[in-house]
């Protein structure tokens, strides 16, 4: 009986991992032996936001991220459930999602229902934004585009079948028109 108290003694305190972990383990004993989730999360995104930097506000809102590293091609996907997606490569999908950060060699052709677009890059085909549209300086976006809310830095390009609002069609003036006055 006293060897087996002594195994179970053995795992009440474990030979620490990190600092932190260390300091855990004086303060309390239940569940001292498994590393906090929020330190390694804290030293994940740390890497993460060094090597992307133009990304950094996505990283610290939380959710589900895809980065489309450079050099990459993904083709012929549908994008679901995620809740930023990175364009540093070439992607040819469809997409449903939250944010879209194309960087400035990115590109991404196909269709798009999101709530934000930050373009650097070049966007081509079907693209509905229901809140909040950005054309970057270096930016191009070209196809058929709805929008809630238009910035375009001078230089961005915006080409195409152009329209105000995402819901159906409602205006009695051409879309076009409108985007060339709101610059």
Not at 81 to 106: F, P
Not at 108 to 126: R, T, V
Request: aromatic share 4%; charged share 20%; glycine share 10%.
């Amino acid at each position: 009986m006293l060897r087996s108290e002594t195994l179970f003694g053995k795992r009440e305190t474990p030979t620490p991992t990190s600092p932190l972990s260390a300091t855990n383990n004086l303060s309390s004993n239940s569940s001292s032996s498994f590393p906090k989730p929020g330190s390694q999360l804290s030293s994940q995104g740390s890497s993460s936001l060094a090597s992307h930097p133009a990304s950094a506000s996505s990283v610290s809102e939380g959710g589900s991220k895809l980065i489309v590293g450079p050099n990459i091609k993904l083709k012929g996907v549908e994008i679901t459930d995620c809740d930023t997606l990175v364009v540093e490569g070439r992607v040819e999908a469809t997409m449903n999602s939250r944010v879209i950060h194309i960087a400035e060699k990115g590109a991404f052709k196909g269709s798009a229902e999101i709530e934000i677009a930050e373009i650097h890059g070049e966007f081509d085909g079907d693209l509905t934004v229901r809140e909040k549209l950005v054309i970057y300086a270096t930016g191009k976006v070209s196809g058929k585009i709805r929008y809630g809310k238009v910035v375009i830095e001078e230089g961005g390009q915006l080409i195409g079948e152009v329209q105000v609002g995402t819901g159906p069609a409602k205006l009695a003036t051409p879309p076009v028109a409108i985007a060339a006055s709101s610059i």
